[in-house]
């Protein structure tokens, strides 16, 4: 019975040191296949994230502004009852037209900005771009 309770032990045991022996192994492929000294860093945060976050709530926004638009409006620019012609309707397009008009330039603007955050599109600063100007003016 000894040997039964010896033999038992002894399973349990090696199956537990092999348990060991595997963890200690996949731990240092794990470590190997990381730069030195890159344990404890944190993750490079970008800092224009934060930037692109609140010009996706513009965006947002803008959307929510041209449904307002359509709701005000029932989705008609023209009044059903009377001709396309008639004056209240050429008053309500006109409006209709000039809402959504300044709604798309916000969008446009908003994407600009977008882009930038993102840093697919560069931007200039104005003197730089007056000066560059000048020059090539002069060179002609």
């Known amino acids: 019975m000894l040997a ?10 090696s199956r537990k040191h092999a348990h060991k022996k ?28 934060g930037h692109r976050v609140l010009v996706l709530q513009l965006l947002a926004r803008i959307d929510r502004l041209s449904r307002r638009i359509d709701e005000a409006f029932s989705g008609q620019p023209f009044l059903l009852n009377l001709p396309p012609t008639a ?6 397009f006109n409006a209709y037209f000039e809402f959504h008009k300044r709604v798309t330039k916000l969008f446009f603007s908003v994407i600009d900005l977008y882009l930038i955050a993102c840093g697919m599109k560069q931007v200039e600063c104005p003197r730089c771009r007056a000066r560059r100007h000048r020059t090539h003016a002069q060179a002609k």
């Open 4 to 13: 039964r309770e010896n033999g038992h032990r002894d399973t349990e045991e």
């Open 87 to 92: 004056p209240a309707n050429r008053r309500r």
């Open 22 to 49: 595997t963890a200690t192994r996949s731990l240092a492929v794990e470590n190997s296949s990381q730069p030195q000294g890159t344990e404890h860093q944190q993750p490079a945060t970008d800092p224009m994230e």
